[in-house]
Structures are given as C-alpha cells and as structure tokens.
C-alpha cells in the first residue's frame, strides 16, 4: 500500500543559503519550484535520489525554543558510502561537525551536522553487522 518516504519538508529563514547548502555543499539537485496563487516563490524541491526530495518552504520567520525530548521530527539521516569522506568534505566546505565520525549503537558509522537553520542531520554509514543490513 505504502510505496517509501517522498520528502522532508522544511521552513527555511534564508532559501538562497539553505539552497546553498543542500546544493553546493551536499551536492543534491535542485529539481523543481512550485509557486503560490499569486506567482510568488513558495516552495523549492531539492531531488536527493530518485523519488525522494527534500522539500524548502520560503518564509520561515523564528525558530521555536528547543527543548528537551520534544515530541516530533528529531533529525534527517542521509546515508552515505564512507563516513571519513563525507565529514572531510563537509569540513572542507566550512561545515562545522558537531559529532565526528564515530561507530554507533547499532554497529553503523555516523558523524552530525546542523543545517543552516539548525535542523539536525545525521550522516550514516552502513555497517554489515547492522539490524539495518539484517532485517
């Protein structure tokens, strides 16, 4: 019945950095824009892999406080081939990680970053022994 996730959607305060970010640095393609009933700029979709998007809202005034064990989306995991080349790269684009690569519970490697709004997003490695690669 249910065929995958299709995006993430996220308010952004600044779409030309966020753009910037998921684009440039991330290196994902921006795929298409929908505009609103008067013609203005309203939401960009950012392809991440075939069907899978990531979908930028423009008009993203504050930030609501954090909290401790908020209830709702925590963060967006991207999978990737190798950990160490993800985290040089994201450091050489002026990235900072707020965890370094590092192997975690369920036996995967992961490094974290926040994205220019700071959403969470954690950079994943698939390790065979994983529940991931097991079920």
Request: proline fraction near 5%; glycine fraction near 8%; charge should be negative.
């Amino acid at each position: 019945m249910i065929k995958g996730i299709g995006h993430l959607a996220l308010t952004v305060k600044d779409m030309d950095r966020s753009l910037k970010f998921y684009c440039e640095v991330l290196g994902f393609e921006r795929a298409f824009e929908i505009k609103d009933d008067q013609n203005n700029p309203w939401i960009e979709y950012i392809k991440v892999a075939p069907g899978q998007f990531i979908e930028l809202f423009y008009g993203g005034l504050r930030k609501p406080e954090s909290i401790d064990h908020a209830i709702g989306v925590d963060h967006l995991c991207l999978e990737v081939h190798d950990i160490h080349e993800i985290a040089n790269h994201l450091i050489q684009q002026g990235i900072t990680l707020d965890v370094e690569p590092q192997r975690g519970k369920d036996h995967n490697y992961q490094c974290w970053v926040k994205d220019p709004d700071g959403n969470k997003i954690e950079f994943m490695q698939l390790d065979p022994s994983s529940p991931h690669m097991n079920c």
